[in-house]
C-alpha cells in the first residue's frame, strides 16, 4: 500500500504508472518519452489558470457570511480594512507561490515544496492530514452549501429538509468527482464558465451597491471605526475568516506541470486572479454597507439574499442559484488541484501506488480523483464539519507558513537555482511571519480546537515511521496493507 518507491509498472488495461522509480520529474525535464508512457497533458492555458485560481477562491463564503470579519473586528471600518488586508496578504503569499511554480516545475504544491526544502518527514505529514481530514471535511463543507441553495428556491416557504440537503450534496459531490476523473478539458471548461457567473454573481451585487452609494447611502459608513474594539483575541481570528475567504491562490501550483508556459503563465495568473478577487471582495463588502447595517448584517443567515431580497425584489431569486454555481465551481477546482498532490505523494511512494496510474485514453489521474470520494461521503454522513474545519483551519497556515519559509532557506541552500520569476526577499519574509504570528494567537485564543487539530496533525509522524521507514513489518501487517 505505501512504499519507499514505485516499481514501474506497464499496464494492458486501463491505467499506466507515470514513471519509473516512483518519482516523475516534470514535462519540462527534457526526458525522452517512452514507447507506451502516459502523462499528464499540458492543458491547463492562462484563462484556464486564471478560472482554476478565481474560481476555486470565491465559494460560499462572499454570498453568505461575511459576518465572521465583522463580529470579530466590532466596526465597519475595521472590518473593511481587515478585507483589504487579507487580499493584500494573500497576494504576497501567491507571489512567493508563483517564484516556487517557476523554479520547481513539480505538481504536488505545499507537499512538493516543503519535500524540496525540508525533507520528507514533514512532506509527508502535509499530504497525510490533507487526505485524511483537510480535503475530504473542506470538500464536505463547501458542498453543503451547493446542495443548500440550490434547493433554496423550492423551499422558499418552509426550512429545507437536512436529509434532501445531503442526498443533493452527494450527487454534487459525485459528479464532480466523475467530471475530474472523466476529461481534463471538460474540468477546465466548466471551470471557466462557472468563474465567470461568480464574476457576474459579485457585479450584480457591486452595480446595485454602486448606485446606492451615488444616490448618497452612505449613513451606515458614518464613523466607520465606531463600535466595540477590536481585540488581541479577536483579531486573528478575523484575519483567519479573512484568509480563508480569499485561500485557493495557491491551487494552479497543484498543477504546474499541466500548465502551458508556466514560467510565463502561471506569475500572470495569481496577479490577475488575485487583482480581482481582492477588488471584487471589498467592492462587495462596500455594497452591502450601503443598505444593511452592521447590526442586520451580523443577524443575517445568508447576507447577500438579505441584500437581494431588499433591492431586487423578485430577481433575488437568481442569488441562490449563483451561490450554487459558486460552490460547484469552488468543489470542482479544490477537487481537480488536490487530486495532483496526491498524484505526486504516490510518485514519490508516500502514498499508495494505485495513486499515481493515469487513465491511458482519458489522461486524468483517476484514482487519486475518486480517492477521495468515499472519504468525502463518511464526512458528509457521519463527522462534524466545522467544528473539524475549526480544528484544522491552523493546519492549512502553518504549512503555507511553512512552505514560504522555505522559499527562503532554498535562496540559501540552492542559490544556483534557477528562478524566472523572483519576488523581494520581504514579501516572503512578512507573509510566513503573519501565517506562523497568526498560528500562535489562535493557540492563545482558542486552545481547544487549535489543540485537538496539533494533535491530529502530530499523527503523521508515527504513520510516517510505520508506513514509509519501517522496512522488517511482518508478513500479516504487509497483507494487511496490500503488499
Avoid at 38 to 61: P, Q
Avoid at 239 to 262: C, D, I, Q, R
Avoid at 266 to 294: E, H, K, Q, R, W
Avoid at 466 to 483: A, E, S, Y
Wanted: proline share 5%.
Amino acid at each position: 500500500m505505501f512504499r519507499k518507491a514505485a516499481v514501474p509498472t506497464v499496464s494492458n488495461g486501463s491505467y499506466l504508472q507515470g514513471q519509473a522509480n516512483g518519482k516523475l520529474s516534470s514535462m519540462d525535464s527534457g526526458e525522452p518519452a517512452r514507447e507506451g508512457k502516459v502523462v499528464l497533458k499540458k492543458k491547463v492555458t492562462l484563462l484556464r489558470g486564471i478560472s482554476i485560481i478565481i474560481g476555486t477562491i470565491i465559494g460560499a463564503g462572499i454570498f453568505i457570511s461575511p459576518k465572521g470579519i465583522l463580529k470579530n473586528t466590532g466596526s465597519v471600518g475595521m472590518s473593511l480594512t481587515v478585507w483589504t488586508v487579507c487580499g493584500i496578504l494573500s497576494l504576497f503569499g501567491a507571489l512567493c507561490y508563483a517564484e516556487l511554480g517557476t523554479c520547481i516545475k513539480k505538481s504536488g504544491g505545499h507537499y512538493t515544496y516543503i519535500l524540496e526544502a525540508f525533507g520528507p518527514l514533514p512532506a509527508f505529514v502535509r499530504v497525510w492530514v490533507e487526505l485524511l481530514v483537510i480535503r475530504p471535511a473542506a470538500t464536505a463543507v463547501i458542498s453543503l452549501a451547493f446542495g443548500r441553495y440550490i434547493l433554496e428556491p423550492f423551499f422558499m416557504q418552509c426550512e429545507i429538509p437536512e436529509l434532501a440537503i445531503k442526498l443533493i450534496t452527494a450527487v454534487g459531490i459525485t459528479l464532480v468527482m466523475v467530471l475530474n476523473s472523466t476529461s481534463v478539458s471538460w474540468s477546465a471548461r466548466i471551470q471557466m464558465f462557472l468563474t465567470f457567473c461568480k464574476l457576474v454573481a459579485i457585479l450584480i451585487i457591486i452595480v446595485p451597491g454602486v448606485i446606492q452609494l451615488i444616490k448618497g447611502e452612505t449613513q451606515h459608513f458614518k464613523n466607520a471605526f465606531a463600535g466595540n474594539d477590536a481585540s488581541v483575541m479577536g483579531l486573528p481570528l478575523a484575519f483567519y475568516s479573512g484568509m480563508y475567504a480569499y485561500s485557493g491562490w495557491f491551487y494552479l501550483n497543484f498543477v504546474t506541470e499541466e500548465v502551458e508556459n508556466p514560467e510565463k503563465n502561471i506569475p500572470l495568473a495569481i496577479c490577475i486572479s488575485m487583482i480581482i478577487v481582492t477588488v471584487g471582495y471589498v467592492l462587495t463588502n462596500v455594497a452591502y454597507f450601503t443598505t444593511i447595517s452592521a447590526g442586520e448584517l451580523l443577524l443575517s443567515k445568508a447576507v447577500a439574499v438579505t441584500f437581494a431580497e431588499r433591492l431586487m425584489g423578485r430577481f433575488s431569486l437568481a442569488v441562490p442559484v449563483f451561490v450554487a454555481l459558486s460552490c460547484f465551481g469552488s468543489m470542482n477546482g479544490g477537487v481537480f488541484a488536490v487530486s495532483r498532490m496526491f498524484f505526486v505523494a504516490s510518485r514519490e511512494g508516500h502514498l499508495p501506488e494505485i495513486l499515481s496510474m493515469i487513465h491511458v485514453r482519458k489522461h486524468t489521474p483517476l484514482p487519486a480523483v475518486i480517492v477521495l470520494h468515499p472519504l468525502t461521503m463518511i464526512m458528509l454522513f457521519n463527522g462534524d464539519l466545522y467544528s473539524l474545519l475549526n480544528f484544522l483551519s491552523f493546519a492549512r497556515w502553518l504549512f503555507i507558513g511553512l512552505v514560504v519559509a522555505g522559499l527562503i532557506y532554498l535562496r540559501y541552500k540552492r542559490p544556483d537555482m534557477p528562478r524566472p520569476f523572483k519576488v523581494p526577499l520581504f514579501i516572503p519574509a512578512l507573509f510566513s511571519f503573519t501565517c506562523l504570528f497568526m498560528v500562535a494567537l489562535s493557540l492563545y485564543s482558542d486552545p481547544v480546537n487549535t489543540g485537538i487539530g496539533f494533535a491530529i496533525t502530530l499523527t503523521g509522524i508515527p504513520a510516517y515511521y510505520l508506513f514509509i521507514v519501517w522496512d522488517n513489518k511482518p508478513k500479516w501487517f504487509r497483507k494487511l496493507l496490500g503488499k
